[in-house]
Nanobody, 123 residues
């Protein structure tokens, strides 16, 4: 049984930072393509960042809107995916979702497992 549990969301002023975490069970973050998505109010879900480090590989992808501000990483010992978000903007306001087991090298939403989401609000 795969479970992804996000945390770390909240309300922050523009220019601030938040760190999101996703604790995974039933799936290895080290061996699977992992990603963060977000869904702004009234809009479609969109890819934010994705990474795959399995089998000696190392691929990280960011949406252009977050490059230089967000950093995706993983802690294999804790089976956790994180998203460090700096220089936050009001347009970053969204529900943020962790996803596992998807198309490596892509921010397509074709992932098999999803968390429940954590809300980020930037004012």
């Amino acid at each position: 049984h795969v479970q992804l549990v996000e945390s770390g969301g909240g309300s922050v002023q523009a220019g601030g930072s938040l760190r999101l975490s996703c604790v995974a069970s039933g799936v290895s973050v080290a061996a699977n393509c992992m990603a963060w998505f977000r869904q702004p109010p009234g809009k479609e879900r969109e890819g934010v960042a994705a990474m795959y480090t399995g089998f000696g590989g190392g691929n990280i992808y960011y949406d252009d809107s977050v490059k230089g501000r967000f950093t995706i990483s993983q802690d294999n010992s804790k089976n956790t995916l994180t998203l460090q978000m700096n220089s936050l903007k009001p347009e970053d306001t969204a529900m943020y979702y962790c996803a596992a087991d998807g198309p490596c090298g892509s921010l397509s939403a074709d992932y098999n497992y999803w968390g429940q989401g954590t809300q980020v609000t930037v004012s």
